[in-house]
């Protein structure tokens, strides 16, 4: 399949290590973040999301941390396996009259084995 | 259930051409929203559907242009193609209270 993120930083782990996805975002009035998932040919995949007005959120292997003070915005996945490599996007919304995300750049995360 | 279905998958178009691509809306789902996705970034939103009115528009030029049906699929066009237009284009569609729900794309190639 084609890539969908041929300049991306990349983030590579060792198969069962933990993964850090960092994401900066740039509207302090967005009212909640999504982490998204794309594998090669695929569109987005919903991973987890936080309403801004919490700093954490946990999902099965996944943890989303929260930092407005900084606009900051964190993927954490525990032992990564190869099925999570992909390119991973955060997004902010602003709800006015229905969901219209701003992505960020992305990373590439790949796991070794 | 089915997702968000979109088609084509893949075409290919000559400068100056227009294109029609589909989107069919997750069952339940009453919102449609169209983004597109350059090779090495991340997707942009175009606009927005909803009861068959575009209700929200990102930053993109009026040869970008959109229609939702009663059925709430949903196309999109885009007349007088650039090279530049080349990219992954996506629909989404959600319910209100829900989240999105993407499909897998069309590749446009402008050549």
């Known amino acids: 399949g084609e890539s969908v993120g041929l300049h991306l930083p990349t983030l590579s782990v060792q198969e069962g290590d933990n993964s850090i996805i960092n994401c900066a975002y740039s509207?302090?009035?967005?009212?909640?973040f999504i982490w998204y998932k794309q594998e090669s040919g695929k569109g987005p995949q919903f991973i987890i999301d936080?309403?801004?007005?919490?700093d954490k959120r946990q999902g099965q292997r996944v943890t989303v941390l929260l930092n407005k003070t900084v606009k900051h915005l964190s993927l954490q996945i525990a032992a990564t396996q190869p099925g999570d490599s992909a390119v991973y996007f955060c997004?902010?919304?602003?709800?006015?009259?229905?969901?219209?995300?701003?992505f960020g750049a992305g990373t590439i995360l790949r796991v070794k084995s | 259930d089915a997702g968000v279905t979109q088609s084509p998958t893949h075409l290919i178009k000559t400068r100056g051409q227009q294109v029609t691509l589909r989107c069919s809306p997750k069952?339940?789902?009453?919102?449609v929203s169209w983004y597109q996705q350059a090779l090495g970034q991340g997707p942009q939103f175009i606009f927005q559907?909803?009861?068959?009115?575009?209700?929200q528009r990102g930053n993109f030029p009026d040869r970008f242009s959109g229609h939702q049906f009663p059925n709430y699929s949903s196309e999109l066009n885009v007349n007088a193609l650039l090279l530049g237009d080349s990219a992954l284009y996506l629909c989404?569609?959600?319910?209100?209270?829900?989240?999105?729900?993407f499909g897998s794309g069309t590749r446009l190639t402008v050549v």
């Open positions: 997004a902010e919304n602003k709800r006015e009259y229905g969901n219209k995300l701003v």
């Open positions: 509207n302090s009035a967005s009212d909640y």
């Open positions: 936080i309403r801004s007005n919490m």
């Open positions: 069952s339940g789902h009453d919102t």
């Open positions: 559907y909803y009861e068959e009115e575009e209700r």
């Open positions: 989404a569609s959600e319910r209100a209270g829900y989240g999105y729900t």
